[in-house]
């Protein structure tokens, strides 16, 4: 089978419902991005923090896989599938997907503040008074502005050995996930999927073997099939 990575964005979730990550307005859900996802921010005012993702916990429960989620599941009959998601929400373990690593941290996960690597699982509201077994403070499971992304050389080994590359609902602006393009070998092809490709990172661009799909990721299922049916040949 040949190696597919996939790389996904805040675009993928926004299909089933759950808002992208900040509007031009810098607001997330109406938070001030920089209040609710750094390290600061969570220094400063951490029972806003708290609530904030206890509230995205709770939508995620209302929402679903679309299909482009379940598409990329059943592509894994066909190819290793690898997805790289920027994406903390669940959908596309629930979609069927299975080689899935989180940039930027889960949010049914959390984790100590004195030893990041003890993650634990966790779907339900998350308080300042909650412990860990050994008794030390808890914090939601994501990677805030401020932190570094422990998983981005992992990212970086699986797009090394990528056959193909789609990017799907991510416009590839921010680093690093932003440079894991410049792992791929030479000559993979790339099918960008994108509602503005206008928005297209300047790297993008650099690579001769590159389709790009304007449109949303669900509509763009039939196009994805009729490429990697191309690539086959």
Known sequence: ????????????????????????????????????????????????????????????????????HRFLSELQQEYKVNIITQNVDDLHERGG???????????????????????YEWSDDLNAEDLSPDGHRLRPHIVWFGEEVPLIQRAGDICSQADICMIIGTSLQVYPAAGLIDYLPSNTPIIYVDPMPSANHSL????????????TAVNAIPRIRNILRKLKT
């Open 1 to 68: 089978m040949k190696n597919l990575v996939v790389i996904t964005g805040a675009g993928m979730s926004a299909e089933s419902g759950l808002k992208t990550f900040r509007g031009s307005d810098g607001l997330w859900e109406g938070y001030d991005v920089m209040s609710v996802a750094s390290i600061d921010g969570f220094r400063s005012n951490p029972s806003l923090v708290y609530e904030f993702y206890n509230a995205r916990r709770r939508q995620l429960k209302t929402v679903k896989p679309n299909p482009c």
């Open 97 to 119: 997907s299975k080689d899935i690593l989180h940039l930027h941290g889960e949010l049914l996960k959390v984790r100590t503040l004195n030893h990041p690597s003890i993650i």
């Open 204 to 215: 993008l661009n650099q690579h001769s073997f590159l389709t790009t799909i304007e449109d």
